[in-house]
């Protein structure tokens, strides 16, 4: 089983899919590191010998911010533009869409379910007697 970061790769795919379950690897990332180590892309994860994952490893250590420290890094991020009160900064601490949606509809993903008796529409209609 070939562990990378603290992440274990699955042992079915291929290489260069296996490499993107690793915290800021994508396809592209994976594609360039197996290109410059001469890896083929096409080898699966369980046909790697030991030295090819030493060298993958050493390759992402060394050249590319992964997994925690790429989240420490957003999160003081978001934390310094909290902190200097930006606009998207606000944003960020009223869980409001950061770049621009709209927010009238859709935006369910970032403000999460809708409240119920919120909407005009829960409300009781008088009816007249």
């Keep these: 089983m070939a562990r990378i970061e603290g992440v274990n790769l699955p042992r079915q795919k291929r290489i260069e899919y296996g490499l993107t379950y690793i915290y800021g690897i994508g396809l592209k990332s994976s594609q360039d590191i ?20 030493a060298t993958i490893q050493k390759e992402i250590t060394n050249n590319y911010l992964t997994e925690g420290d790429l ?6 991020n978001i934390r310094r533009l909290q ?3 930006s606009y998207r900064g606000t944003r960020h601490k009223k869980s409001l869409p950061a770049r621009g949606q709209r927010t009238k509809t859709n935006a369910r993903t970032r403000k999460g379910p809708r409240k119920a008796g919120s909407a005009v529409a829960l409300k009781r209609k008088v009816t007249k007697k």
């Design 83 to 85: 902190e200097i009160n």
């Design 34 to 53: 197996l290109h410059k180590l001469s890896i083929a892309l096409d080898k699966r994860v369980k046909d790697l010998s030991d030295e090819e994952v």
């Design 71 to 76: 989240r420490k890094e957003i999160r003081q």
